[in-house]
């Protein structure tokens, strides 16, 4: 499970959270929506122990991070996978070096282990025998991919998701959303998406929860967002489906 507990935090005068208090279950696909600004990819930083709150505690099982070293933050991070907005591969390294990199660094493992591992996770998402490709050869949609088979290559008990499909075009939006549900089916990982398409919420999510001035507005079910008359939440829905 992951448990945040009232987390605060503030970039000099612009307090961009207020107060969140979140319980993501573990296995589950919980997708996070709310307007630009809300605080949205500032709550994903720190589940990862990338910003550090002013206040609040993040519980990866037991473990408060918050309270933790940079080095005991980083044994934990090696339970999580992070597709970043833009992908964030290393365009001097080909594919295979690119997914290759996380185990190389923190493992023991020989090369051609590493190259069958590397080789198990492209078919996973559906891209195999690229390896020797560079990032400079790939579309914004395989960028994506091989991003996520760089994040899966550790075998992590979390994956988080910063806007998979900002970026792409509707057809390919809808495979990265297919991906994310059958790798959350198959691999049985708690996933957290953060994503301002509202078809992803009804595409992958197993709950919902939307920020609103830096704090945890809803919670629940896609079926429950849709079915709800919280005149705030229609008319962010309602604003959605005219952009899309």
């Known amino acids: 499970m992951i448990n ?31 307007r630009s600004g809300c605080g949205k990819s500032v709550l994903l930083k720190h ?13 990866i099982g037991d473990a408060d991070i918050t ?39 923190n493992t023991e493992l020989p090369k051609d282990e590493i190259a069958k591992i590397v080789s ?13 490709m560079k990032p400079s050869d790939l579309s914004g949609g395989m960028k994506k991919r091989v991003s996520l088979a760089r994040s899966l290559a550790t075998n992590p008990e979390y994956i988080l998701y910063d806007e998979p499909t900002t970026g792409l075009d509707p057809v390919m ?36 929860a939307m920020m609103h001035e830096g704090k945890i507005y809803f919670e629940g079910t896609p079926k429950e967002l849709t079915e709800t008359n919280d005149k705030l939440i229609r008319d962010f829905l309602n604003r959605t489906d005219k952009k899309l």
């Open 47 to 59: 589940i990862i122990g990338l910003l550090k709150p002013d206040e609040g505690s993040v519980f």
């Open 4 to 34: 945040i507990v009232n987390l605060k935090k503030k970039f000099g005068d612009n307090e961009i959270l207020k107060g969140v208090n979140l319980k993501i279950e573990k296995g589950v696909t919980l997708v996070i929506i709310g």
């Open 173 to 208: 939006s809808d495979q990265i959303d297919e991906l994310i549900k059958d790798l959350s089916e198959k691999l049985k990982v708690t996933s957290v998406v953060v994503t301002h398409d509202i078809f992803s919420v009804y595409d992958v999510a197993d709950k919902v």
């Open 120 to 132: 198990e996770k492209l078919e996973m998402v559906g891209l195999p025998n690229i390896q020797k």
């Open 67 to 105: 309270k933790m070293s940079e080095k005991q933050i980083y044994n934990i991070r090696k339970q999580f996978g992070f597709l970043f907005q833009g992908a964030a591969l290393f365009d001097s390294m080909n594919v295979e070096e690119n997914i290759g990199l996380g185990l190389k660094e």
